[in-house]
């Protein structure tokens, strides 16, 4: 694997340090660690946690009925199914 170019490190951790994204990670964060308590996921089993109505478009961060475990290859893949939220016309 290729190694990233200092100029895209840079750009990956101004990205990151912007306030907005850093709350995103935070609540996904928070999200995973509750699924991990409640026994609904496990560390290293290959799933992620979802907000069923996106943080995006206004979801609940913390609302356990907006949230659900879910594979990491579904989790990716709804985005093809939502091109309106997140197609070619979000830019």
Same mark, same amino acid.
């Given at each position: 694997?290729?190694?990233?170019?200092?100029?895209?490190?840079?750009?990956?951790?101004?990205?990151?340090?912007?306030? !907005?994204?850093?709350?995103?990670? !935070?609540?996904?964060?928070?999200?995973?660690?509750?699924?991990?308590?409640?026994?609904?996921?496990?560390?290293?089993?290959?799933?992620?946690?979802?907000?069923?109505?996106?943080?995006?478009?206004?979801?609940?961060?913390?609302?356990?009925?907006?949230?659900?475990?879910?594979?990491?290859? !579904?989790?990716?893949?709804?985005?093809?199914?939502?091109?309106?939220?997140?197609?070619?016309?979000?830019?």
């Amino acid at each position: 694997m290729p190694k990233s170019s200092p100029a895209k490190l840079a750009f990956q951790k101004a990205y990151n340090a912007k306030p !907005e994204n850093v709350n995103k990670r !935070e609540a996904n964060n928070r999200a995973r660690q509750a699924a991990i308590r409640s026994g609904k996921a496990k560390v290293g089993d290959n799933t992620q946690v979802d907000h069923i109505v996106p943080l995006d478009v206004g979801g609940a961060t913390d609302a356990k009925s907006n949230l659900r475990v879910i594979s990491r290859k !579904e989790n990716a893949a709804w985005r093809g199914r939502q091109p309106k939220m997140y197609g070619d016309n979000k830019k």
